[in-house]
Structures are given as structure tokens and as C-alpha cells.
């Protein structure tokens, strides 16, 4: 049974730093592309990044670049958050798609039940 579980969501204030940690089981994390997605109740889920099995590629979203970073192990997934604004308030999401690529960060295959992350100006 593949399981992703998140953790590290918090409630912090504008200009700071989270980090989101997502483990899995149940599948051989390198053999897949992983990514966090955000959702919240005024704004359809987003991918924020995402990252190939090799880890060769990467996307991020437009509204995080510069600012966020995606990195993998084989035991799962994290996501460093630095200069944290209001609009990145949302449940994150960890996911695994079915393969080890991917063509665009959305509608992967696998995915765990969130972790809120709050940001207060």
C-alpha cells in the first residue's frame, strides 16, 4: 500500500521560513517523479514544484521561484520555504506520479493527505 505523509506545516508570520517533509512507502521512491502541490478554498490545487526521479528535472511555479526548494532522498520528499508570504497560505500536498518524468507538474498519481501551512502578514 504506497503511503506519502507530510508534516512540517505551521502557522508563521510574512518573511519567514518553513520546512515540509513528506515520507513514503509502499513504492521505490526512485523510480518516480515526486512534487508538492498547494490548495486552498478560494483557488484550485497548484502544482508548486516538481521533481524527476533523477532529480535532473525541476519545475516550480512562477509565484515561488527564488524562494522555495524542492529536494528528494529515498525515503521521500522535502520542501524548504523561505521568505513565506500570505498568498502561499494553503494545504500542501506531496504526491508521486506513476512514472519518472514528468510532462507537467499536475494530476500525478499517488498522493498524501496534506499539511496546512498558514502565513500571517
Known amino acids: 500500500q504506497v503511503q506519502l505523509v507530510e508534516s512540517g506545516g505551521d502557522s508563521v508570520q510574512a518573511g519567514g521560513s518553513l520546512r515540509l517533509s513528506c515520507k513514503i512507502s509502499g513504492l521505490s521512491v526512485n523510480d518516480h517523479a515526486l512534487g508538492w502541490f498547494r490548495e486552498t478554498p478560494e483557488k484550485a490545487r497548484e502544482g508548486v514544484a516538481c521533481?524527476?526521479?533523477?532529480?535532473?528535472t525541476i519545475y516550480y511555479a512562477d509565484s515561488v521561484k527564488g524562494r522555495f526548494t524542492i529536494s528528494r532522498d529515498s525515503a521521500g520528499l522535502s520542501l524548504r520555504m523561505y521568505r513565506l508570504k500570505p498568498e502561499d497560505t494553503g494545504m500542501y500536498y506531496c504526491?508521486?506520479?506513476?512514472?519518472?518524468?514528468?510532462?507537467?507538474?499536475?494530476?500525478?498519481?499517488?498522493w498524501g493527505q496534506g499539511t496546512q501551512v498558514n502565513v500571517s502578514s
Open positions: 521533481i524527476s526521479s533523477t532529480g535532473r
Open positions: 504526491a508521486a506520479d506513476y512514472t519518472n518524468g514528468f510532462i507537467r507538474c499536475a494530476d500525478f498519481g499517488y
